[in-house]
């Protein structure tokens, strides 16, 4: 990794900037695929498999068949790992769940709020080079504990795990689609895909310029994606061997993909580029891993302060606190998208089982987005009952305050309440 000594705070923002894709010619690549599965539904999404993957779908949707087969085609150890990592997920976030707390504002006057499950959710998951089997856990799970009553999965890999994973969190119709035309189906609906309200998943590039212009049109989408990314931050009680292995974690998603070192220690960024240095050489995707590193840094600091205030410069989507005080430094950490404390807590295990979720704001936005919870797949509706006595308590207040804003309409529907009560 390049190392970059003891920077000035005026170099930070430079040192931190995420790589750039140039997002306006991808826009335009993928509108007119938006456009053409808007118009001509699934002949559309017939035609762009055949242009962009080579592959002739006789039929959109997955069989039964395909999903009864996908289990009988997985060992059992890795159909034992799916379940318990299910269990992990399911019990972290069925502890999101808020009961209904009704709140009396003043005599009479009573409030509350329900949560409601996304009607329709579509889930993503991209073919690629690796099958996310465990993001159809992420999505789908919080999808089944919210009550959605439709989750759709869209995507162009037949791989048995995806399709075992998608009958635990209840997938109730699933599509070999994949790419900006899946999501143009997920948002638009074509005559065998169902349009959707929220659109969940990762991407590339293309995938990910299709959800934001989708959510242009009123299709929400989970948050705003970019390349995975993780940032270190060790001292002199990490393991070289620990840290490099989690930097490579990350690294071999992609070429674009970001890890960052942040250290006080100058004896460790050395040792850990020579773990680097041996670990990537016994690594499948070792090519992938190696442009990402090279495309990294490692920064040293003076001191815990400025790492802490450069980490949350940076807003990681993923942050491990390699240090010895790590839950100390955590309070500290205003921005990240998940955080992973001391030396045994590898971030692989938030990405496939411990229980939190691994669908999480990159290239910054953690600084303002979570990520996805149980929240992410409920509408939040309020409620509110006023009685009698409530409507006499209150009315004079909005009265006041309509009339003001000179909205006489709002004061008469307050004012002829409570003349009736006079009237009594």
Not at 83 to 107: C, D, G, L, S, W
Not at 270 to 299: H, Y
Request: aromatic fraction near 6%.
């Amino acid at each position: 990794m390049k190392i970059v000594s003891f920077p000035d705070r005026s170099q930070w923002p430079e040192l931190l900037a995420r790589p750039e894709h140039e997002s306006g010619n991808i826009e335009q690549v993928v509108q007119p695929i938006l456009q053409q599965v808007k118009e001509k539904g699934d002949a559309a999404l017939r035609d762009l498999a055949l242009k962009f993957d080579k592959r002739e779908l006789t039929e959109l949707s997955f069989s039964a068949e395909a999903f009864e087969q996908a289990e009988s085609r997985l060992d059992e150890t890795l159909k034992e790992a799916i379940r318990q990592a299910y269990k992990n997920i399911r019990r972290f976030h069925e502890a999101q769940y808020q009961p209904v707390e009704k709140i009396e504002t003043m005599p009479g006057v009573t409030c509350w709020r329900r949560s409601i499950g996304i009607e329709k959710v579509g889930i993503y998951i991209p073919g690629g080079t690796a099958p996310l089997f465990s993001t159809v856990l992420m999505l789908g799970v919080p999808a089944q504990l919210a009550g959605c009553r439709e989750i759709i999965l869209c995507t162009p890999s037949d791989h048995p795990a995806i399709l075992y994973a998608a009958g635990l969190v209840g997938v109730t119709k699933a599509f070999q689609i994949g790419g900006a035309q899946a999501i143009a189906a997920l948002a638009y609906g074509t005559e065998s895909v169902p349009k959707v309200y929220k659109i969940f998943g990762p991407g590339n590039p293309y995938v990910v310029a299709a959800k934001m212009l989708v959510s242009k049109e009123g299709v929400s989408i989970d948050m705003p994606a970019g390349p995975s990314e993780v940032a270190v931050y060790a001292d002199d009680s990490a393991q070289p061997a620990f840290v490099a292995a989690d930097l490579l974690s990350q690294a071999e998603h992609g070429v674009d993909s970001q890890v960052l070192l942040v250290t006080t220690s100058k004896k460790l960024v050395t040792r850990v580029n020579m773990a680097l240095t041996t670990q990537l050489e016994e690594l499948p995707r070792r090519d992938i891993a190696r442009k990402a590193i090279e495309n990294s840094k490692a920064i040293l600091v003076e001191n815990e302060d400025d790492a802490i205030d450069l980490l949350n410069e940076y807003a990681a989507e993923h942050l491990i606190l390699s240090v010895e005080n790590a839950e100390e430094v955590s309070e500290r950490i205003i921005n990240a998208g998940s955080i992973f404390l001391g030396h045994f807590t590898p971030e692989s295990c938030g990405d496939y089982a411990s229980g939190t979720n691994h669908t999480l704001p990159t290239n910054g936005y953690a600084r303002a987005y979570s990520g996805v919870s149980l929240d992410s797949f409920v509408k939040k509706v309020t409620v509110q009952q006023i009685t009698k006595e409530g409507i006499r308590a209150i009315g004079p207040t909005v009265e006041a305050m309509a009339e003001a804003e000179s909205l006489h309409a709002h004061k008469r529907a307050v004012s002829i309440r409570l003349r009736s009560l006079e009237e009594m």
